[in-house]
């Protein structure tokens, strides 16, 4: 396990773990299907393995990865498709959802948390039963 990952695995935050394993792994003319790899990543270690992805694939690997990042969809010349209809279909980085609500949420979060965090009045002083 040590010459494999290193000595002190303990030592790393669990993103940084990952990184390492995702390192450890890739080899040139290698062949991934990677789920969701952005979850214990932090946005700095999506940047990352990122980097990671692009270096294998100017080394001939190939990469199926299912994911809602937006940093991940970003990735130069991928083909991107979307399972949300029948039949699935390539789309545009453009026209993804994850992609325009993360956007939107990030140039005006105050419009958004208030329209998700706005409570309603208390059942309590909206209605007002009479004795009966």
Same mark, same amino acid.
């Given at each position: 396990?040590?010459?494999?990952?290193?000595?002190?695995?303990? !030592?790393?935050?669990?993103? %940084? =773990?990952? +990184?390492? *394993?995702?390192?450890?792994?890739?080899?040139?003319?290698?062949?991934?299907?990677?789920?969701?790899?952005? !979850?214990?990543?932090?946005? %700095? =270690?999506? +940047?990352? *393995?990122?980097?990671?992805?692009?270096?294998?694939?100017?080394?001939?690997?190939?990469?199926?990865?299912?994911?809602?990042?937006?940093?991940?969809?970003?990735?130069?010349?991928?083909?991107?498709?979307?399972?949300?209809?029948?039949?699935?279909?390539?789309?545009?980085?453009?026209?993804?959802?994850?992609?325009?609500?993360?956007?939107?949420?990030?140039?005006?979060?105050?419009?958004?948390?208030?329209?998700?965090?706005?409570?309603?009045?208390?059942?309590?002083?909206?209605?007002?039963?009479?004795?009966?």
């Amino acid at each position: 396990m040590e010459r494999r990952y290193g000595v002190d695995l303990d !030592a790393n935050s669990h993103g %940084q =773990s990952f +990184l390492k *394993l995702f390192q450890s792994r890739f080899v040139p003319g290698g062949l991934y299907l990677l789920d969701e790899p952005e !979850a214990p990543l932090s946005p %700095q =270690s999506q +940047l990352a *393995l990122l980097a990671m992805i692009g270096d294998m694939v100017s080394q001939d690997a190939q990469f199926i990865i299912a994911t809602h990042s937006p940093m991940l969809l970003a990735f130069p010349a991928a083909q991107i498709y979307s399972f949300d209809k029948t039949p699935l279909a390539a789309v545009a980085y453009e026209d993804l959802d994850h992609v325009r609500i993360t956007r939107d949420f990030l140039n005006a979060p105050g419009r958004y948390l208030k329209q998700i965090l706005e409570k309603e009045e208390p059942l309590s002083t909206k209605w007002r039963g009479g004795g009966g």
